[in-house]
């Protein structure tokens, strides 16, 4: 079975930062895209950021120039470096990555982590 772990969630004021982490571990032959989802109260998940396992990367409009993703193939880690953090980010985040395991690619979630900003 494949798990994704994620932390770095927290309370931050609006204008600064936090580093988001996920880990993907289990039986794993191939992770393809990794990324960042998030979903505010009252609101349909979001993509927030992808990359792909060269290191490609994707960004939503709303998040470009303040966010930043980056993953580590050999760790199959994926990160998102959050800053100039805006009320309007407030959300649970989500890790996720498509894993190729023994048979087909399967998509995987993390268990989601908490980010407020507020002053």
């Known amino acids: 079975q494949v798990q994704l772990v994620e932390s770095g969630g927290g309370l931050v004021q609006p204008g600064g930062s936090l580093r988001l982490s996920c880990a993907a571990s289990?039986?794993?032959?191939?992770?393809?895209?990794m990324g960042w989802y998030r979903q505010a109260p009252g609101k349909q998940r979001e993509l927030v950021a992808t990359?792909?396992?060269?290191?490609?990367?994707n960004y939503a409009d709303s998040v470009k120039g303040r966010f930043t993703i980056s993953r580590d193939n050999a760790k199959s880690t994926v990160n998102l470096q959050m800053n100039s953090l805006k009320p309007e980010d407030t959300a649970v985040y989500y890790c996720?990555?498509?894993?190729?395991?023994?048979?087909?690619?399967?998509?995987?979630w993390g268990q989601g982590t908490q980010v407020t900003v507020s002053s």
């Open positions: 990359v792909t396992s060269s290191h490609n990367t």
């Open positions: 996720t990555a498509r894993i190729l395991q023994p048979g087909v690619p399967v998509d995987y």
């Open positions: 289990g039986s794993i032959f191939h992770i393809y895209t």
